[in-house]
């Protein structure tokens, strides 16, 4: 079975920086897509950043130059480093990830970290 765990959410006061790890254990083949989504109350969760096996990468335009997705293959966990970090970046975060498990290719999710960013 195919997990996904995150770690390092927290509080932060503007301006800093926190670094997001989302580890895949398991059954696991290969790892094609990961990405990293966010969520607040009421809203719709929103992709913020996506990184595919070639290393290509994309990000929301709200965190364009302050956000870095990496991934680490050997030991299948992504990463999300945050800095300048501001109040509206405060969230939910969930990491995603395409797999090829024993049961095929599936998107499995994490359980999300709280990200709070406050003075």
């Known amino acids: 079975q195919v997990q996904l765990m995150e770690s390092g959410g927290g509080l932060v006061q503007p301006g800093g920086s926190l670094r997001l790890s989302c580890a895949a254990s398991g059954s696991i083949f290969s790892i094609y897509s990961r990405s990293w989504y966010r969520q607040t109350p009421g809203k719709q969760r929103e992709l913020v950043a996506t990184i595919k096996s070639g290393g290509s990468t994309k990000y929301a335009d709200s965190v364009k130059g302050r956000f870095t997705i990496t991934r680490d293959n050997a030991n299948n966990t992504a990463y999300l480093q945050m800095n300048s970090l501001k109040p509206g970046d405060t969230a939910v975060y969930y990491c995603?990830?395409?797999?090829?498990?024993?049961?095929?290719?599936?998107?499995?999710w994490g359980q999300g970290t709280q990200v709070t960013v406050s003075s």
């Open positions: 995603n990830a395409e797999i090829v498990a024993d049961s095929g290719l599936d998107m499995y």
